[in-house]
Every structure is written in structure tokens, then in C-alpha cells.
């Protein structure tokens, strides 16, 4: 059997992706490609499957598909160096490998934690936001033993309390709004994090975790408070997301996804990404550097997700304009199939006033910079203005020259235990 091309490599597409024998959604008894479905194997990756198995079936639900799990050499089975030294080596902690199968085709998409996954990717394969966002903040979880002693928040801790992490963003906006508090590495699957957790001889009293993974694997009684933009703490790009990845030219899965993007809390949850993820992608950042967002639909009564007040932000500039070089940042990742003029410059009718936050923290937690803006979004193109605008306000601010402290000097990175 041939080896696997290297990811650098650019496959041919010959007989690489058989076209239907049917229509994705036919009804018809006549047999079907089988759509086969790459992951990594964890619980929750597995529950990220489950998750789009069932979207899938609301559009497709004839739809045949096989689950092909694998482990990731960086991510899943090195546990024990801290995720942003190995971010730093310049390879994806949780998707190269899943990559190659795709390249090889032997899947035919890949489900990821949308913020595992990086923003710039190979042209061989597209990435997009898929279906419904679930929570975006992040989750405390406490002890049992702190639990007990009716510990809840952060703040609730004394000082020298120990809080595990392994990311970057967490740490140094923890270090920010809570200067007191120790920051330690801590790696693992999400129960294997909280077993270490409920170890008191390991010394942790407090992890914080994407809450909706913790959610997705039935853990959430074990939440006891939230991270958000009162606490200061922005979550990750693209967090509370699913991402699904597959190969340029593939227009049978593109097809079959496309179906799904068609509602619109889904084109809303891909104009959400395409905004986080541009941002993201021209600060040169990635989950080795603290980047916070969050983004809300402003609506006319009652809240926008997870709680976020709706109605419009007094002060605010709304913008509705587009760039003067069409191809200023915009990329092919992060846009789902064209089901309506959603992936053009016209505005698609599920559009709406996007507003959007953004930090970027230091690693010691002494200096941020951040923005709020508000823009009408109803396309890709609409939503990368979005990003571009926000680059631009966060620059003026001073976010180039925290980042470019952090690159030109990795050692800080390190120094930083649990960042």
C-alpha cells in the first residue's frame, strides 16, 4: 500500500472523490455514497460526532455515514509537554493528522472543536462552522473538596489558590482580572483534568475549561460558575463551535453540508467564525497566544446566546461597508458551500448588527488591549470587513506590540508555567 503524502504535499484530485450515485437528500431506495467521518478519539470528540451525525439527519436522513477514529501524535498522545510549547513548533496540535487521511481520502471529512483548528489551512481542504453554536464562555470547576466549602467563583478563592489551565488565553486573562491566583499546567481529556482535580495531594483547587465540552460530555453539574466579559476573560476563537473540514473540490460534501447551512441560526453561527477567525488570522495568532472575542446578535427583545444582553450599544459606530480590495483577507476556509448570496458582498436576509469584543492580553497579565464595535453582517464578505475593521482598531492600540513580544521571545512562554 502507498504511503500517505506528506501534509505539504498537493494531491491530485483523480478518482479521489467518486461522484453520488444519488442526491445527498434523495429519498429514494437507490444506494448512496457512504459519507465517511474522520475524528480524533476522545469522548468528546466522539461527542462532537454524535452531534453532527444528528444535524445531518435533519437535512440527510438517508444519509449512510462510518466514524473513523484516530489518535493525533501531538495532541492526544504526547500528555505530557505543556500544548504551547508544542503549539510553537509550528504544526496543529489536533489536525495534521486527520489531515493526512483526508489528503490519502480515506475520509471524507474531518469534525473538529472549531477552535482546535488552525485559521490558515492548505489549500487542498476547506474548513467552515457547522450547524448551531453551543455555550461560547468559559467554565469553573471547582473541587469537590472547595465545593464543600461553598467555593463557586474564582474570587471566592484566597490568595495562592491554584487554578489549572493549559492554555495561553485562560492564563493570562486569569493573571489579569485576578492577579492573586496561581496559574498551573494541567493535560488530559476533560475527566481525566477533573480526576487530577479531585486529587487534593496535587495541590489544584480550580479548573478552567471550555464550557461547552464539559457540556457536551454530560459533565455540567460539575460547573459551578462562568468566565465572560464581566469577569474580563474572552473566550477562544471559534469556541462553543463545531468545525468541519473537507476536501477542495468535493462538491457531493459540499453538497451534503451546505444543506445544513441553509437555516439560519447556521449562517449566523458561520458569519460568527469567518469574523473570529479573520481577526485571528491577521493578528498571527493561534491557541499559543492570548486572544479573547465574544460576538452577539443584537435583537429587538429579550437575550442574544448564553445570556448576552440584546439591544442596541449607545455610542457605537455601526458600519455597513465594504473593503476596497475584494480579496483583502478574505480566504477560502471558513466558507460554508453557497446556499444564497451569503458568500458574496450582497446581504443575505438572516443577516443582523454583529457586535464584537476582543482582548489581547499579555502573558503576565499587566497589559491588554481591547475593542468593542458594532457592524451589520449578512455575508463572508460582510463579516471579514468586520474582522478588518476590529484588526485595525486593535493595532492602533497597541495589540501588535503585545503579540510581537510574545514571538520574538518563546522563552516567555515557557517561563510561564500553565500559560
Not at 466522539?46 to 501524535?73: C, K, R
Not at 448570496?341 to 476582543?358: E, F, K
Amino acid at each position: 500500500m502507498a504511503a500517505a503524502p506528506l501534509a505539504s504535499e498537493v494531491l491530485t484530485p483523480a478518482n479521489e472523490d467518486p461522484l453520488p450515485l444519488t442526491s445527498p437528500t434523495s429519498t429514494s431506495n437507490t444506494p448512496t455514497r457512504t459519507l465517511r467521518i474522520g475524528t480524533r478519539s476522545s469522548a468528546l470528540a466522539l461527542a462532537q460526532v454524535s452531534l453532527f451525525t444528528s444535524l445531518l439527519s435533519t437535512t440527510s436522513p438517508n444519509l449512510p455515514t462510518t466514524v473513523l477514529p484516530t489518535h493525533t501524535n501531538l495532541g492526544d498522545i504526547n500528555k505530557t509537554t505543556d500544548l504551547h510549547t508544542l503549539a510553537s513548533s509550528g504544526k496543529s496540535l489536533w489536525t495534521e493528522d486527520l489531515e493526512t487521511e483526508l489528503r490519502a481520502g480515506r475520509v471524507d471529512v474531518i469534525v473538529h472543536s472549531l477552535k482546535d483548528v488552525p485559521t490558515q489551512i492548505h489549500p487542498d481542504f476547506r474548513v467552515a462552522a457547522f450547524g448551531r453554536r453551543e455555550e461560547s464562555r468559559d467554565a469553573v470547576v471547582m473541587s469537590e473538596a472547595n465545593v464543600a466549602r461553598g467555593w463557586r467563583t474564582l474570587g471566592d478563592l484566597p490568595e495562592g489558590g491554584v487554578v489549572g489551565t493549559s492554555s495561553v488565553r485562560r492564563a493570562a486573562m486569569v493573571r489579569r482580572s485576578y492577579p492573586r491566583l496561581v496559574i498551573r499546567d494541567v493535560r488530559g481529556n476533560v475527566p481525566t483534568r477533573i480526576r487530577k482535580l479531585d486529587e487534593e495531594a496535587l495541590g489544584f483547587d480550580v479548573l478552567v475549561l471550555a464550557g461547552a465540552g464539559v457540556q457536551r460530555l454530560g459533565m455540567t453539574q460539575r460547573i459551578s460558575s462562568w468566565l465572560g466579559r464581566e469577569e474580563g476573560v474572552l473566550h477562544a476563537v471559534g469556541q462553543g463551535a463545531l468545525g468541519v473540514e473537507w476536501r477542495t473540490g468535493d462538491e457531493w460534501v459540499a453538497e451534503v453540508l451546505g444543506a445544513v447551512g441553509k437555516v439560519r441560526e447556521a449562517k449566523r453561527v458561520r458569519w460568527e467564525s469567518v469574523v473570529e477567525r479573520g481577526l485571528l488570522r491577521r493578528l498571527e495568532g493561534g491557541c499559543s497566544v492570548p486572544v479573547g472575542v465574544d460576538c452577539w446578535w443584537e435583537e429587538a427583545k429579550g437575550q442574544g446566546r448564553n445570556g448576552n444582553p440584546g439591544g442596541k450599544v449607545s455610542g457605537e459606530k455601526l458600519e455597513h461597508v465594504h473593503s476596497k480590495d475584494e480579496n483583502d483577507g478574505f480566504e477560502a476556509d471558513d466558507a460554508m458551500p453557497a446556499v444564497s448570496t451569503s458568500t458574496t458582498g450582497s446581504s443575505d436576509s438572516d443577516g443582523g448588527v454583529l457586535t464584537l469584543c476582543a482582548m489581547v492580553v499579555s502573558l503576565d497579565g499587566k497589559e491588554c488591549v481591547e475593542a468593542r464595535r458594532q457592524a451589520f453582517v449578512g455575508s463572508d464578505r460582510e463579516a471579514e470587513d468586520c474582522a478588518m475593521g476590529m484588526y485595525a482598531e486593535l493595532v492602533e492600540k497597541g495589540a501588535e506590540r503585545i503579540l510581537k513580544a510574545i514571538t520574538m521571545n518563546r522563552g516567555m512562554i515557557k517561563e510561564h508555567d500553565g500559560a
